[in-house]
C-alpha cells in the first residue's frame, strides 16, 4: 500500500489529533514484562520521560520514551510532554544501566520540546541536553530511536543520537518548532502553516537528508485508525534492527555511529 501525501501541516495537525496513540498505547503491544523505573536519583522523577526494561520477542531491552497525555489532566501530569533536565537525567541514568547490562536501548522522540521553564533552567536544562547528546554518542550498546509524533528541537535531539533513526511516515523532526520558527523569522506565530512549507520537517524530508534512516508506514488516515496495525508496524522494524545492530562488533557500531553525526553536521556546516 502507497503511502498517502500530505503536506507539512498536514501532518503537523493530524500528530496533535487527540486519539493519537501515545507511548503507553504502544508498550503493552509491542513489548513484555514491561517494568517502568522511575527517577533520576538527584532531583526527583520528571513524568514526561517515561523509561524501563522490558523484552521484545524475548530479548532484554531498555526503553525511554517522552509521554504526551490524551486530555488536559494527562496533559499536566506529564507537562505537555515537555521533560525537564531531571526527566533528561532519567533517561542518561537507564542507558548507562542498559550498557553496564548489555541491554539494547530503545527510545520513543515525542515532544514539542523541551521545557523552558525558568526552574528548568536553574536546574540546568542545556547542560543535561547536551550531557545526553555527548552520553549517547559514545553508548557502548545499540541504540535505536523512533520519532512518534513530534521530534522538536533539543527537546527530541537528547534521545536522538542513535545507530539508526526512524519516522512514522506522519511524524515530524525538527530543530525548532514551526511555530517557534515562525515566531523567530517572521514574528509572528501564526505563520506555522508557512513555516511548515519551508522548514524540510517530514520523514521523507529528512530520510532525504540523511538524518533519518526509515519511514514507518501509517494506517490510512493516520497512527489513531487502527492501533494494532501501527503497534505491528513499529514492532517489526525494532525487531529486525535490533537483531542486526546487536550482532555487530561494538566498536564497529560506535565507529558508525560517530560516523553517522559527522555526516549529519558537515552538511549543516
Known amino acids: 500500500m502507497e503511502m498517502e501525501v500530505k503536506s507539512a501541516y498536514e501532518r503537523l495537525e493530524l500528530i496533535r489529533h487527540k486519539n493519537r496513540p501515545t507511548v503507553k498505547?504502544?508498550?503493552?503491544?509491542?513489548?513484555?514484562?514491561?517494568?517502568?523505573?522511575?527517577?533520576?536519583?538527584?532531583?526527583?522523577?520528571?513524568?514526561?520521560?517515561?523509561?524501563?526494561?522490558?523484552?521484545?520477542?524475548?530479548?532484554?531491552?531498555?526503553?525511554?520514551?517522552?509521554?504526551?497525555?490524551?486530555?488536559?489532566?494527562?496533559?499536566?501530569?506529564?507537562?505537555?510532554?515537555?521533560?525537564?533536565?531531571?526527566?533528561?537525567?532519567?533517561?542518561?541514568?537507564?542507558?548507562?544501566?542498559?550498557?553496564?547490562?548489555?541491554?539494547?536501548?530503545?527510545?520513543?522522540?515525542?515532544?514539542?520540546?523541551?521545557?523552558?521553564?525558568?526552574?528548568?533552567?536553574?536546574?540546568?536544562?542545556?547542560?543535561?541536553?547536551?550531557?545526553?547528546?555527548?552520553e549517547f554518542m559514545t553508548l557502548r550498546t545499540p541504540i535505536i530511536s523512533v520519532v512518534l509524533g513530534e521530534g522538536g528541537s533539543g527537546g527530541a535531539l537528547a534521545l536522538g543520537v542513535c545507530d539508526e533513526l526512524a519516522m512514522l511516515e506522519n511524524a515530524i523532526y525538527s530543530v525548532v518548532s514551526p511555530r517557534g520558527f515562525a515566531s523567530i523569522l517572521w514574528k509572528d506565530a501564526s505563520k506555522e502553516k508557512e513555516a511548515c512549507q519551508i522548514m524540510k520537517i517530514t520523514a521523507e524530508?529528512?530520510?532525504?537528508?540523511?538524518?533519518?534512516?526509515?519511514?514507518?508506514?501509517?494506517?490510512?488516515?493516520?497512527?489513531?485508525?487502527?492501533?494494532?496495525?501501527?503497534?505491528?508496524?513499529?514492532?517489526?522494524?525494532?525487531?529486525?534492527?535490533?537483531?542486526?545492530?546487536?550482532?555487530?562488533?561494538?566498536?564497529?557500531?560506535?565507529k558508525a555511529r560517530y560516523t553517522k553525526f559527522r555526516k549529519i553536521g558537515n552538511f549543516i556546516e
Do not use: W
Open 25 to 134: 498505547d504502544y508498550i503493552p503491544l509491542i513489548f513484555t514484562d514491561f517494568y517502568e523505573m522511575h527517577g533520576d536519583r538527584l532531583c526527583g522523577d520528571d513524568a514526561a520521560i517515561f523509561g524501563g526494561v522490558g523484552r521484545l520477542d524475548g530479548r532484554p531491552v531498555t526503553i525511554i520514551a517522552q509521554v504526551k497525555g490524551r486530555d488536559i489532566n494527562e496533559n499536566k501530569k506529564c507537562n505537555f510532554a515537555m521533560p525537564h533536565p531531571e526527566g533528561y537525567r532519567k533517561a542518561l541514568r537507564l542507558v548507562k544501566q542498559a550498557e553496564k547490562f548489555n541491554r539494547p536501548v530503545i527510545c520513543f522522540i515525542d515532544t514539542p520540546g523541551a521545557f523552558c521553564g525558568i526552574a528548568a533552567e536553574e536546574r540546568g536544562q542545556g547542560e543535561a541536553i547536551a550531557k545526553n547528546i555527548a
Open 205 to 254: 524530508d529528512l530520510v532525504r537528508l540523511g538524518v533519518a534512516e526509515t519511514v514507518i508506514e501509517e494506517p490510512l488516515g493516520g497512527a489513531h485508525n487502527d492501533l494494532d496495525k501501527i503497534s505491528e508496524n513499529i514492532k517489526e522494524y525494532l525487531s529486525e534492527k535490533i537483531s542486526e545492530k546487536c550482532q555487530k562488533d561494538i566498536d564497529e557500531l560506535l
